[in-house]
């Protein structure tokens, strides 16, 4: 039996990109209680079949909801990209349809209008994401005008893990993978980074990219769409709990957790071991 009591905001991903997401949400909405949970030990997602990723989705949002959670944020594109709608759309209603999962695709697909001039965006993603072409089916939804062009950039999550994105040698994979987006449609004004562990590249990102074309990390634009969704939701709302809190759990070891949240957050952080599946 799921506690109707007020519970922490829940945050899923697949590793540890999600941190920037948590990061962007903590700094517009510190009052709330947070919970994230990173399946360390089963990533990463972005290679996996539409099958794995929708069942490991599954399985970490009923941990979040029997863990008092009433809304739980895939603060992961590949989850967004191959498991959110049929979360919404099959599982909420069985599980319980009073909560609610939300992805980072839409809030971030919904702001592009505003951002771009020339009506050509790029989206970096991993092969995941970009395969599942959901930056471009939501994009067009809003705005069916807007040419997107996408470009898988495999080694770039690693660069981040390995706490190498300043190295010198991230520059060659950071500059081949801009030279083929840019090359692929020179008109694109606007780059999304549809990949939450790209943040952590981008002083190597704007050293490569051309003048004029502006980046989009999804941190801050999830946080404006989160306060947006509570403020339009108050049932929703005060269902979260408010003490300012946040806990970390991780599939995987969680000193190995607790060093590569360093990398991502520059602060300490407590962790416990949990077990999905």
Partial sequence: MLSSNPGPIGIFDSGYGGLTILHGI??????YDYLYLGDNARAPYGPRSFDVVYEFTRQAVVKLFEMGCHLVILGCNTASAKALRTIQQNDLPKIDPERRVLGIIRPTAEVI??????????????EGTIKSESYDLEIHKLFPDIKVSGVA???????????????????????????????????????????????LLMPKILKYLPAGVRVVPQGEYVAESLKQYLERHPNIEAKCSKGAGVHYLTTENPNKFKEQAQIFLHEPVEVDNITLG
């Avoid at 903590?26 to 009052?31: I, M, T, V």
């Fill in 113 to 126: 209008g505003d951002l771009t001039t020339s009506k050509h965006v790029g989206v970096l993603a991993t």
């Fill in 26 to 31: 903590r700094q517009l909405l510190p009052e």
């Fill in 153 to 199: 950039c495999p080694f770039w999550v690693p660069l981040v893990e390995y706490n190498e994105a300043d190295s010198p040698g991230a520059d060659y994979f950071v500059k081949k993978r801009i030279d083929e987006i840019t090359r692929k449609d020179p008109d694109i004004d606007t780059i999304i980074l549809g990949c939450t562990h790209y943040p």
